[in-house]
T-cell receptor
Framework: EAGVTQFPSHSVIEKGQTVTLRCDPI?????LYWYRRVMGKEIKFLLH????????ESGMPNNRFLAERTGGTYSTLKVQPAELEDSGVYFC?????????????FGPGTRLLVL | KNQVEQSPQSLIILEGKNCTLQ??????????LRWYKQDTGRGPVSLTI?????NTKSNGRYTATLDADTKQSSLHITASQLSDSASYIC????????????FGAGTQVVVTP
C-alpha cells in the first residue's frame, strides 16, 4: 500500500510568486492534515480536513494560504503571494478515522525556499 | 512558548548502549502523547501513542513512559543500532483540539559505531 505522497519534493520560488503544494493521502483515509516546520522551529499544525470539509484551520498563518480538498481525495495548499518567512518544510499527514488516538501517517514533506 | 519541551537537544551514543529522552508538556486538557521518529529528509513515523491511563508502551526496542500527573514522558532506546540515528519528536494532542498535534522540537540522536 502506498504511503502519503507529496509533490513537489522541493520548490524554489521568488518572493511574490505563487506556489501550489499537493498531497495524496493513503487511500481510504478521510482525515488529512497539513503541518509545516520553519527553520529552527518545531513542526506546527496548519489545518485538518475531514473528507472535503475543513475541520480545523486554526493554524493557517494568514489569508495568503489556501487549502483545498475537492472530492475528499488529494489536497492542495497554495501560497499566494509567497513571502520569505514562508520558507520551510510542509508536511501532509493522513489518518483513517478521526479518533484522538488515530495514528497520523506523514508524507516526506515539500521543502519550500522563497528567495 | 512551546507547550512541549524536549531534552536533551541532541546526544551521541555508542552502538549497543541505551539512552533515555525526556519530554515535558503543558498541553491541557490532555488527550494523548506520541513519540515519532524522523529520519533526515523523511516524514515523522509514529513509534507509540499513550493516553493518560497508560504508564508505559513498547515498540520493539523503544519503550515510552508517561506520568500524566507530572506531565512528563520519556522514551528509552535499548541496545541502540546505527539505524536509530534520527530525530525523536514528542507530540501531544489536547482533548479540545481533535486531530491537532503539538510538536516538541525533537532530540537529535546520533549512534556511532
Amino acid at each position: 500500500e502506498a504511503g502519503v505522497t507529496q509533490f513537489p519534493s522541493h520548490s524554489v520560488i521568488e518572493k511574490g510568486q505563487t506556489v501550489t503544494l499537493r498531497c495524496d493521502p493513503i487511500s481510504g483515509h478521510d482525515n488529512l492534515y497539513w503541518y509545516r516546520r520553519v527553520m529552527g522551529k518545531e513542526i506546527k499544525f496548519l489545518l485538518h480536513f475531514v473528507k472535503e470539509s475543513k475541520q480545523d484551520e486554526s493554524g493557517m498563518p494568514n489569508n495568503r494560504f489556501l487549502a483545498e480538498r475537492t472530492g475528499g481525495t488529494y489536497s492542495t495548499l497554495k501560497v499566494q503571494p509567497a513571502e520569505l518567512e514562508d520558507s520551510g518544510v510542509y508536511f501532509c499527514a493522513s489518518s483513517q478515522g478521526g479518533g484522538r488516538q488515530e495514528t497520523q501517517y506523514f508524507g516526506p514533506g515539500t521543502r519550500l525556499l522563497v528567495l | 512558548k512551546n507547550q512541549v519541551e524536549q531534552s536533551p537537544q541532541s546526544l551521541i551514543i555508542l552502538e549497543g548502549k541505551n539512552c533515555t529522552l525526556q519530554c515535558n508538556y503543558t498541553v491541557s486538557p490532555f488527550s494523548n502523547l506520541r513519540w515519532y521518529k524522523q529520519d533526515t529528509g523523511r516524514g515523522p513515523v509514529s513509534l507509540t501513542i499513550m493516553t493518560f491511563s497508560e504508564n508505559t508502551k513498547s515498540n520493539g526496542r523503544y519503550t515510552a513512559t508517561l506520568d500524566a500527573d507530572t506531565k512528563q514522558s520519556s522514551l528509552h532506546i535499548t541496545a541502540s543500532q546505527l539505524s536509530d540515528s534520527a530525530s525523536y519528536i514528542c507530540v501531544v494532542s489536547g482533548s479540545d483540539s481533535w486531530g491537532k498535534l503539538q510538536f516538541g522540537a525533537g532530540t537529535q540522536v546520533v549512534v556511532t559505531p
